[in-house]
């Protein structure tokens, strides 16, 4: 076939900007076409090789990404029963949330039929549990992770498992005998749903995962990441790329053979209880540039998850929702999609740079959980809730059903099965935790005072 690029005239960046200038009629470029990002990013109209032409060193793996759905882990076999049969209706991996170190990991793992990865997230910090599950790992034919977070834990809940030492001095037991399981874990959900911007949530994610990199003694093997994922599609995409790039660095000071499996999921900071079906286009958004950013694997997030107990139609349409991108969207047929996309490669260089000098200060500043127990991580995160929430409570930042175009008919107060807003719980902790909060909370508590 004839290369017709070649019968084209070339045409500059100076060209483009000169004929958009004269569309304008006399409005200012700028001020009219360019708009700046809660992180500090113009983003422009249109982008060209002349003067944004990057390559960046991300190397992602979308045809091996993976349909994953958590279980919370109630009775035993009732969770083993439905495990597969969610594998049978087309989740890939499946998460185990395991409360108590009473329960039978064992029998979990045995009962599966061919998984492809199956994720235990602990509840509790017990070694002995961690070590029955890697000593059966060795026997299985699939991946077995166990997601656990102290410095997450600190975070979230205000308070270590145990105590800072202890949680630390189990992890180097843990590296020394553990050695057929993934068991290392950043949880850097927290951080996006609290109201982080994306710099904070990559730098964040950088110093939370510099924390074990420096306290695990001579650890040279995978950590799963786990972040979640909003609205701001290029963005996002970007914020994976650029993720996985920074990650990739910081191993490299310390050992080439760390690895990176990222997990993840929609956000709930943008997830909405009334005119609640718009939350399955947002969760399809938000899981496509998780895809197209290079996640390993995929949990989305239910529809009705923000007030409904987990529920068979909730999960089925949120693993539907997956499989739909999978095998009918093709989003598995093609390795790093978004190389060469002049924007999304010109947000995963600023996005990673902006990140990187942010990290450098908390470094210099004592590290990750220095600033938590000081409380800057808290207060910074809480600025920028305070600026996206203003944003919304203005309309500027839109929730469509929500704060535009909201139907007044809308009545949720009777279908309530959880409380679907910040909950108080007064006690002793360690630091302040960080508060995940969505930003239709305050107009979604108006409206049920008026139904």
Request: charged share 25%.
């Given at each position: 076939m004839k290369n017709l690029f070649p019968d084209f005239e070339k045409i500059s960046s100076k060209q483009w900007k000169n004929l958009i200038q004269y569309d304008l009629k006399g409005a200012d470029y700028n001020e009219t076409l360019v708009w700046e990002s809660?992180?500090?990013?113009?983003?422009?109209?249109f982008y060209h090789n002349d003067e944004d032409f990057v390559t960046n060193n991300v190397t992602?793996?979308?045809?091996?990404?993976?349909?994953?759905?958590?279980?919370?882990?109630?009775?035993?076999?009732?969770?083993?029963?439905?495990?597969?049969?969610?594998?049978?209706?087309?989740?890939?991996?499946?998460?185990?949330i395991v409360p108590t170190k009473e329960t039978d990991v064992v029998s979990l793992l045995n009962n599966l039929e061919n998984p492809k990865a199956v994720y235990f997230q602990l509840l509790f910090l017990d070694k002995e549990t961690m070590l029955k599950i890697d000593n059966e790992a060795s026997k299985l034919g699939f991946e077995v992770y166990v997601l656990i977070d102290p410095v997450h834990q600190l975070g979230f809940d205000g308070n270590f498992f145990k105590d800072g030492n202890s949680d630390f001095e189990t992890l180097n037991e843990i590296n020394q005998q553990a050695n057929n399981?993934?068991?290392?874990?950043?949880?850097?959900?927290?951080y996006q749903n609290a109201?982080?911007?994306?710099?904070?949530q990559l730098a964040y994610t950088l110093a939370h995962t510099n924390e074990y990199l420096n306290r695990i003694k001579d650890f040279n093997k995978n950590i799963t990441v786990e972040i979640t994922v909003g609205g701001n599609y290029f963005f996002e995409i970007?914020?994976?790329?650029?993720?996985?790039?920074?990650?990739?660095?910081?191993?490299?000071?310390?050992?080439?053979d760390i690895t990176f499996h990222i997990i993840a999921k929609p956000t709930r900071r943008n997830k909405t209880l009334y005119d609640y079906n718009v939350n399955m286009l947002r969760t399809t958004t938000e899981c496509m540039s998780a895809v197209i950013g290079g996640a390993d694997a995929v949990e989305n997030m239910a529809y009705d998850a923000i007030y409904h107990k987990t529920n068979e139609f909730g999960d089925r349409i949120a693993r539907n929702q997956l499989l739909i991108l999978k095998q009918e969207s093709y989003f598995d047929q093609v390795n790093n999609p978004a190389d060469g996309a002049y924007y999304i490669e010109n947000l995963t260089t600023q996005l990673a740079e902006k990140?990187?000098?942010?990290?450098?200060?908390?470094?210099?500043?004592g590290g990750l959980i220095t600033q938590l127990i000081e409380g800057t991580i808290q207060r910074k995160i809480s600025e920028s809730a305070e600026?996206?929430?203003?944003?919304?409570?203005?309309?500027?930042?839109?929730l469509l059903g929500t704060n535009k175009y909201p139907n007044k008919e809308d009545r949720m107060k009777h279908d309530l099965e959880l409380?679907?807003?910040?909950?108080?719980?007064p006690r002793k902790t360690l630091i302040i935790p960080i508060i995940e909060k969505r930003l239709a909370e305050k107009l979604e508590q108006e409206r049920l005072e008026t139904e």
């Amino acid at each position: 076939m004839k290369n017709l690029f070649p019968d084209f005239e070339k045409i500059s960046s100076k060209q483009w900007k000169n004929l958009i200038q004269y569309d304008l009629k006399g409005a200012d470029y700028n001020e009219t076409l360019v708009w700046e990002s809660l992180e500090g990013i113009k983003v422009k109209p249109f982008y060209h090789n002349d003067e944004d032409f990057v390559t960046n060193n991300v190397t992602t793996q979308n045809t091996h990404f993976a349909v994953l759905q958590a279980i919370y882990v109630h009775d035993l076999n009732k969770s083993a029963d439905k495990a597969n049969e969610l594998l049978k209706r087309g989740a890939e991996s499946i998460r185990f949330i395991v409360p108590t170190k009473e329960t039978d990991v064992v029998s979990l793992l045995n009962n599966l039929e061919n998984p492809k990865a199956v994720y235990f997230q602990l509840l509790f910090l017990d070694k002995e549990t961690m070590l029955k599950i890697d000593n059966e790992a060795s026997k299985l034919g699939f991946e077995v992770y166990v997601l656990i977070d102290p410095v997450h834990q600190l975070g979230f809940d205000g308070n270590f498992f145990k105590d800072g030492n202890s949680d630390f001095e189990t992890l180097n037991e843990i590296n020394q005998q553990a050695n057929n399981i993934n068991w290392l874990t950043v949880n850097a959900t927290t951080y996006q749903n609290a109201g982080a911007n994306m710099i904070q949530q990559l730098a964040y994610t950088l110093a939370h995962t510099n924390e074990y990199l420096n306290r695990i003694k001579d650890f040279n093997k995978n950590i799963t990441v786990e972040i979640t994922v909003g609205g701001n599609y290029f963005f996002e995409i970007a914020k994976l790329r650029a993720l996985r790039m920074l990650l990739n660095a910081l191993a490299d000071e310390y050992s080439s053979d760390i690895t990176f499996h990222i997990i993840a999921k929609p956000t709930r900071r943008n997830k909405t209880l009334y005119d609640y079906n718009v939350n399955m286009l947002r969760t399809t958004t938000e899981c496509m540039s998780a895809v197209i950013g290079g996640a390993d694997a995929v949990e989305n997030m239910a529809y009705d998850a923000i007030y409904h107990k987990t529920n068979e139609f909730g999960d089925r349409i949120a693993r539907n929702q997956l499989l739909i991108l999978k095998q009918e969207s093709y989003f598995d047929q093609v390795n790093n999609p978004a190389d060469g996309a002049y924007y999304i490669e010109n947000l995963t260089t600023q996005l990673a740079e902006k990140a990187l000098e942010l990290f450098k200060h908390i470094e210099k500043n004592g590290g990750l959980i220095t600033q938590l127990i000081e409380g800057t991580i808290q207060r910074k995160i809480s600025e920028s809730a305070e600026k996206e929430q203003q944003l919304f409570d203005e309309g500027k930042e839109v929730l469509l059903g929500t704060n535009k175009y909201p139907n007044k008919e809308d009545r949720m107060k009777h279908d309530l099965e959880l409380y679907p807003f910040v909950k108080q719980n007064p006690r002793k902790t360690l630091i302040i935790p960080i508060i995940e909060k969505r930003l239709a909370e305050k107009l979604e508590q108006e409206r049920l005072e008026t139904e």
